[in-house]
């Protein structure tokens, strides 16, 4: 199988609005993502 390189994509705006209103300080998944963003690129793996 050969899987090309992909950047990952913001979360949607929309995404972003919902789980700020449904978590209003926020939780454990999205302070990670804030914070830390993406472990690791698709170029490490190759």
Avoid: S
Wanted: aromatic residues 10%.
């Amino acid at each position: 199988m050969c899987l090309h390189p992909e950047e990952i994509p913001p979360v949607p705006d929309e995404t972003v609005r919902v789980a700020k209103a449904a978590f209003p300080k926020g939780n454990l998944y999205m302070r990670l993502r804030d914070e830390l963003g993406v472990f690791y690129q698709d170029e490490d793996f190759a």
